[in-house]
């Protein structure tokens, strides 16, 4: 079995992720730092470990969502102590990942497993999975604005996948549009840069679906196992 394949049913993060851990020299192979993703293991005999910990594949599957909050990261860890979304959840016996990630200012559906084979089809590129939000931005925007970011955003080298975007309201008080935005990539930070480019900004962004997961009413900072059903249909579908 490749290393990378294996990382990813040890539940240590998509391939494309396990495949950065090999690179950056924190996977150790019977002892030794291996980067070469090229590399084939013997589950039975090998000795694999991340960061000194000794990994295993899981016959235990988890999936569950969370309703992130505001202010908390998505990682394990922080080396500045800042609140990350693990706190929010019990210690399972199992190592368990987000699948894809919400920037620490976002809110709204999270999945996360230990199933890394799952992760890696969601997360491909090929899969374009649609991704809904809540977004809340800075003037009322005109048509043209509406219709730049339905038609795709350059942003650094490439333009962004058409999206769907709705006006829902807006508020004058507070001069504040409230859209429904679906895109279908997961660029770092994709809808506030694109709303960057038109010339407006995002003060609230909520994710309330992927996929045919909807968040529901779940609320804050609660979480729960998916039901089989959805299970199934991630599986089925992606």
Known sequence: MRINKFLAQAGLGSRR?????????RIKLNGKIVKDLSTDIDIEKDRITFNGKLLKISKQKIYLMLNKPQGYLVT??????????????PKFSVRIFSIGRLDKSSSGLLILTNDGD????????????????IVKVKGKLSQSQINNLRAGIILEDSKT??????TKSYNQSNDLTKLRITIYEGRNRQIRKMVDKIGSKVVFIKRVQIGGIKLGRLSKGDWRFLKDKEIKYLREMY
Not at 118 to 133: A, C, E, G, M, Q
Not at 161 to 166: E, R
Request: charged share 30%; with cysteine.
């Open 76 to 89: 394990a860890s922080d080396p500045f102590k800042r609140k990350t979304i693990f706190e929010l959840l």
């Open 17 to 25: 992720a396990c495949e950065k851990f090999v690179l950056d020299g």
């Open 118 to 133: 799952l992760s890696n089809r969601i997360l491909h590129p090929k899969t374009k999975i649609p991704k809904v939000y």
């Open 161 to 166: 996948l058409p999206a769907k975007v709705f």
